[in-house]
């Protein structure tokens, strides 16, 4: 037998903080703030149509590309969010598969070769760094800056050169809740046209925004034929574990995901395809997306006071469904440290931001709390939180003052 079973592409693609913090948090019954997904029910149109679909016996393999139907929903879609813009084609530029995941990893060995670099702003989804190593790609990183998570532009600029090929973007961000605005995408953009790079733009949390419009990246001006744009019902539809995403791009980025694709799950589920081609416009006819921003607005409201009841201040955040606090000057040794302790003493579980840095030193000291949870997840957090707020340590920091 061989010394060494492994592939030396997943060399350091190792068990995340996120499959430890679960664990512990099972074992010690804690409120699991820290997991990005609902714990509440998901809506019953949305269940109901799936159900139907599989009732009726549409269990079968679909078409690689993705069910016809829905991939017609989603070319309408696309027009309710971009009204001003050309229309796209669902034959030619839209992609159905298991979840923004894995049309991530799609993206990634689509466009870029070996020794190829992608630039990724960071804090990032644990996802896009080992994406990129496995295909053989190396990651640029670019700092983005608490309060606000704004990014310096030089630093942008000076990422780039004649090896890049990629960009990855994710807006509304995770875990950082920013939303990137006109002027960041401007300065992006101008870059990509400039080095000719390819955008892959998670747009997963596209339609929870607060304070804030989502704008996509493909429709400024002559992105579109360098953006491979990706979304999922998980987020906006409360079903992640169904794992149905799909990608908007050229005809020519089309082809080569879909050449990945078809080799890499080929299709996927059916029956949540043909009902989310149902769900799409009884979304846009009842309101639906409003809807979901209030109830998440609602949430957050109420996670902040939780925490700040625990004198946890979060960050402002423009979107997605994630607060970040400073854990600094209460005597943990760092944010995974806090992360595991506020399980094993307190009982609540949160995701130490420094699992979305490739080198986690350069960290702040921030966890990580979910709000996509019942408000009695997040009351039952309070009592359990509370006991933070006598445990400053004499002599340090307040949390916001920067350091
Ligand atoms: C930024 C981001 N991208 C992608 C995903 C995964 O999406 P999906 O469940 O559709 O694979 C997540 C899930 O947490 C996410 O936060």
């Given at each position: ?29 804690a409120v699991n703030l820290g997991q990005g997904f609902p714990d509440f029910a998901a809506p019953d149109f949305v269940k109901e149509a799936a159900a139907r679909h599989i009732r009726e ?193 050229s005809a020519a980025l089309t082809s080569a995901l879909r050449a990945v694709h078809q080799f890499v799950t080929f299709t996927s589920g059916t029956p949540f395809q043909e009902a989310l ?55 943990f040794d760092g944010d995974a440290d806090f992360c595991r302790r506020l399980v094993t003493e307190f009982g609540v579980a949160a995701i130490p931001t420094s699992a979305f840095y490739t ?45």
């Amino acid at each position: 037998m061989r010394e060494r079973l492994a592939a030396e592409r997943i060399d350091g693609v190792g068990t995340s903080i996120f499959t430890e913090i679960t664990a512990l948090a099972a074992r010690h019954d804690a409120v699991n703030l820290g997991q990005g997904f609902p714990d509440f029910a998901a809506p019953d149109f949305v269940k109901e149509a799936a159900a139907r679909h599989i009732r009726e016996d549409r269990n079968q393999y679909a078409a690689s590309p993705g069910v016809p139907r829905l991939r017609e929903a989603l070319a309408v879609d696309w027009r309710r969010r971009h009204p001003d813009k050309p229309a796209v084609d669902p034959d030619l530029e839209i992609t159905v598969a298991a979840g923004a995941t894995e049309l991530l990893h799609d993206a990634i060995l689509a466009t870029v070769n070996p020794g190829d670099e992608v630039i990724v702003f960071e804090p990032a989804y644990d996802a896009y760094a080992p994406g990129v190593s496995m295909a053989g790609g190396i990651t640029r990183t670019v700092a983005l800056f608490q309060p606000n998570w704004s990014f310096d532009a030089a630093h942008l600029s000076a990422a780039f050169g004649p090896r890049t090929r990629a960009l990855i973007l994710n807006t509304p961000h995770n875990p950082t809740g920013k939303v990137f605005s006109r002027a960041d995408l401007e300065i992006i953009a101008d870059l990509c046209h400039q080095y000719d790079v390819t955008v892959i733009s998670d747009e997963v949390y596209s339609e929870i925004t607060f304070e804030a419009t989502h704008l996509s990246i493909a429709t400024l001006p002559g992105m579109f034929d360098r953006t491979i744009t990706i979304d999922s019902m998980g987020k906006t539809f409360s079903v992640t574990g169904w794992k149905i995403g799909w990608a908007v791009a050229s005809a020519a980025l089309t082809s080569a995901l879909r050449a990945v694709h078809q080799f890499v799950t080929f299709t996927s589920g059916t029956p949540f395809q043909e009902a989310l081609a149902d769900i799409l416009p009884i979304a846009a006819r009842d309101g639906y997306y409003d809807k979901l921003r209030e109830d998440y607005r609602r949430r957050r409201d109420l996670l902040t006071r939780v925490l700040k009841q625990a004198d946890l201040d979060p960050l402002p955040v423009e979107g997605a469904y994630f607060l970040l606090t400073d854990i600094g000057g209460r005597g943990f040794d760092g944010d995974a440290d806090f992360c595991r302790r506020l399980v094993t003493e307190f009982g609540v579980a949160a995701i130490p931001t420094s699992a979305f840095y490739t080198d986690p030193r350069r960290a702040p000291a921030l966890a990580r709390f979910c709000f996509a949870k019942k408000e009695a997840t997040i009351e039952a957090a309070a009592p359990r939180l509370a006991p933070l707020a006598r445990r400053r340590v004499p002599g340090t920091a307040h949390p916001r003052s920067g350091i």
